[in-house]
């Protein structure tokens, strides 16, 4: 099998072709991972707000006087 210098030079310009667009391909995922990673990080810190929320209202009306409810009716 014998290449031609034309055949090398094509192949060596599909792969340069190839090699830009992987680039721009990683480059792009980079930036959604970044986007992504900062929604996370703002997901995280609100669910932690709210879960010490949550947990302090828990606290609150372990605290408090039970309410008094009324019996039931008997029939």
Do not use: C, W
Not at 12 to 20: C, N, S, V
Not at 24 to 50: A, C, F, G, H, P
Request: no cysteine.
């Amino acid at each position: 099998m014998t290449t031609t210098a034309n055949d090398t030079e094509q192949r060596i310009a599909e792969l340069e072709t190839r090699l830009e667009f992987q680039d721009e391909t990683i480059t792009e995922l980079n930036d959604e991972m970044v986007l992504l990673q900062k929604r996370l990080y703002t997901q995280e810190k609100s669910l932690k707000m709210l879960t010490e929320k949550l947990q302090a209202q828990g606290q609150e009306e372990e605290g408090a006087e039970p309410q008094i409810e009324p019996p039931p009716p008997h029939y």
